[in-house]
């Protein structure tokens, strides 16, 4: 345990420590760089005493109207391209668990090697009858975790969801136990406009929030009809051979939220790989009867979603050379595009070990100053 803690502790004297403040000026000129792009994998390099094997990080660039695949020079662990390096990303950070929980921005590719920055968090507390081993996403309420009033959200499998002020000299882990059985599978995000964390049930029957105020013990929960596609009896006897999840995401230039619900098929004529079969998009406030109903829509606009291990976020595709109307995604063997107008997918099929969409820094930047602004 001694070595394990030693290398923890020199892994953080090669990195600015975040209370110096100098990273802030440094790492904003670099970040302002910062493309749209997802984490392809690590070219192996070398190897140091530190991080034991290192490669160079490569990237899909998804600035520009096309995408390439091009290796940068700043390197990385090679254990964060491990299926199990990583235990989920948000705003282009990345926690992992090799020397317990640490928040990392390694694979933020607008960050500097020289300038990286990191975040040595508490041992996760296991709660009676929980798990802190598998995860099943992270979310962030600010795009830093320097900032002040930020605060991380690490979502388990099952009953535990724990928050933690990630700037605060005495952090600790503010641990919850979640009695609805419907969120013990959901992902978490942070709303902007609600200011607080929320989660869809299993189904998408209700949405629950919670936060470190009123919402700590007892969360919100807003109980609301989903309205379906009318379907025949065949499309829905399909739709039942598929698994699905549901997620939350939050047009911060729109102020709108939407619920993704997706559906997974295994492909037994591809050695049984589980693909994206169909994805349906919900917003809130279609119905003029009751503005708070999600309604089942093929038009969200000039926006298109991104859906990765990360937590998930939403743009203007205009301002960002994308496709509108469009959800674009990407797990650990399967990368595409979802064009709700056609209902149609265009993917292709690799290892992606690191599956995280990073933001551009336009994002970032805006979540730090007023949602309204935001790209």
Same mark, same amino acid.
């Given at each position: 345990m001694s070595s394990l803690l030693l290398s923890r502790l020199s892994r953080l004297c090669l990195r600015k420590p975040p209370e110096l403040g100098v990273r802030h000026l440094v790492g904003a000129r670099f970040l302002s760089e910062t493309p749209l792009c997802h984490i392809y994998g690590a070219e192996h390099c070398g190897e140091n005493w530190v991080d034991g094997d290192i490669g160079r990080l490569m990237i899909t660039d998804f600035s520009g109207p096309s995408c390439w695949t091009r290796v940068l020079e700043k390197t990385v662990p090679m254990y964060m391209m491990a299926e199990t390096g990583t235990m989920g990303a948000s705003h282009g950070w990345v926690l992992t668990s090799k020397y317990g929980p640490y928040l990392s921005d390694d694979l933020n590719p607008g960050v500097s090697e020289s300038d990286f920055s990191g975040i040595v968090l508490p041992d996760f507390e296991t709660l009676p009858h929980c798990q802190t081993e598998l995860v099943t996403n992270v979310a962030m309420s600010s795009s830093s975790p320097d900032d002040e009033d930020c605060i991380l959200a690490v979502k388990f499998v099952g009953p535990q969801l724990s928050l933690c002020r990630p700037a605060e000299k005495n952090k600790k882990w503010v641990n919850i136990r979640i009695e609805d059985p419907a969120f013990f599978n959901s992902r978490v995000m942070y709303t902007k406009r609600d200011k607080k964390f929320a989660m869809p049930a299993y189904g998408g029957t209700h949405v629950g929030y919670w936060d470190l105020g009123e919402n700590l013990e007892k969360p919100k929960l807003c109980r609301r009809g989903l309205y379906t596609p009318q379907l025949l009896q065949s499309e829905w006897e399909? +739709?039942?051979? *598929?698994? #699905?999840?549901?997620?939350?995401?939050?047009?911060?230039?729109?102020?709108?939220?939407?619920?993704?619900?997706?559906?997974?098929?295994?492909?037994?004529?591809?050695?049984?790989?589980?693909?994206?079969?169909?994805?349906?998009?919900?917003?809130?406030?279609?119905?003029?009867?009751?503005? +708070?109903?999600? *309604?089942? #829509?093929?038009?969200?606009?000039?926006?298109?979603?991104?859906?990765s291990k990360s937590e998930p976020f939403c743009l203007k595709a205009s301002s960002h050379q994308k496709c509108q109307n469009s959800i674009y995604f990407i797990d650990k063997s399967e990368r595409g595009i979802f064009t709700l107008g056609g209902k149609c997918k265009t993917s292709n099929f690799s290892n992606f070990t690191a599956p995280y969409f990073i933001p551009p820094q336009s994002y970032l930047n805006a979540n730090r100053s007023n949602p309204s602004n935001s790209p």
């Open positions: 399909e +739709l039942d051979l *598929c698994c #699905t999840v549901e997620e939350l995401v939050e047009s911060r230039s729109t102020q709108e939220m939407f619920m993704i619900k997706r559906f997974r098929k295994r492909n037994n004529n591809k050695g049984g790989r589980m693909e994206e079969h169909q994805i349906w998009v919900f917003k809130q406030g279609l119905n003029r009867c009751n503005p +708070l109903q999600w *309604c089942y #829509t093929t038009d969200i606009g000039d926006l298109c979603i991104f859906l």
